[in-house]
């Protein structure tokens, strides 16, 4: 799977936007971008994913450029809840006979919301 | 619902002894997957199952290192003659399929090693 890079920190506050940038310039055509967070103590947990379209859900907000060399995660109004570090992650569908369904983590941005 | 669950929440082994992490994934999941979490790092892909079947063993570090599924649901990950480097947090992972999109994680094992 293509690998990531993520800045290793950021700060936000409370009630603004929060964006999170990945860079992904080898990404294949075949390959989608998932985002994960992790907040301390927990488990990640799945937030969104996406292809080439934008995708919105109740979380976030997904842009992948055009030529999907680079994404950014969007939470429009952060909170002290959503304090944690976030993963982007590349991986194509699962093929039998050929990708895993595994997930590759890098370090991931920790993301600090404050008030 | 349920979500996974995983004990027990905390270990801790003295060098040499062997441990056993249990994981309860949600009901009716097809797929399993277990990571190790090392401190200020991200989990690293260990092994997964389909149903029973072990699919994929590649990310085991050793041959101290054994994962299990016998009946399709419960799975349980096996640690032999622990050393201090097994010392992480060992998340359990579920889906609903293998081609599903989202992975359901549980809280995790944490695992000392003195």
């Known amino acids: 799977d293509a690998k990531t890079t993520q800045p290793p920190s950021m700060d936000c506050a409370e009630g603004r936007a929060a964006n999170l940038p990945c860079n992904h310039s080898t990404i294949s055509g075949n390959e989608y971008v998932y985002w994960y967070r992790q907040i301390h103590s927990q488990g990640p947990q799945y937030i969104i994913h996406g292809l080439k379209n934008n995708e919105t859900n109740e979380m976030a907000s997904l842009i992948i450029t055009e030529d999907r060399k680079s994404s950014t995660l969007i939470l429009p109004h952060a909170t002290l809840r959503d304090t944690a570090v976030y993963y982007c992650i590349v991986r194509a569908q699962f093929n039998y006979g050929g990708s895993q369904g595994n997930l590759i983590f890098g370090k991931g941005t920790k993301l600090s919301v404050k008030p | 619902g349920a979500g996974v669950s995983q004990s027990p929440r905390y270990k801790v082994a003295k060098r040499g002894q062997d441990v056993a992490l249990r994981c309860d994934p949600i009901s009716g999941h097809v797929s399993l997957f277990w990571y190790q979490q090392a401190l200020g790092q991200g989990p690293e892909f260990l092994t997964y199952f389909q149903n029973e079947a072990q699919l994929d063993k590649s990310g085991l570090p050793s041959d101290r290192f054994f994962a299990e599924r016998p009946e399709g649901s419960v799975s349980t990950l096996k640690i032999q003659r622990t050393q201090q480097e097994d010392s992480a947090v060992y998340l359990c992972?579920?889906?609903?399929?293998?081609?599903?999109?989202?992975?359901?994680f549980g809280p995790g094992t944490r695992l000392t090693v003195l």
């Open positions: 992972a579920s889906s609903q399929r293998l081609t599903d999109n989202e992975q359901f």
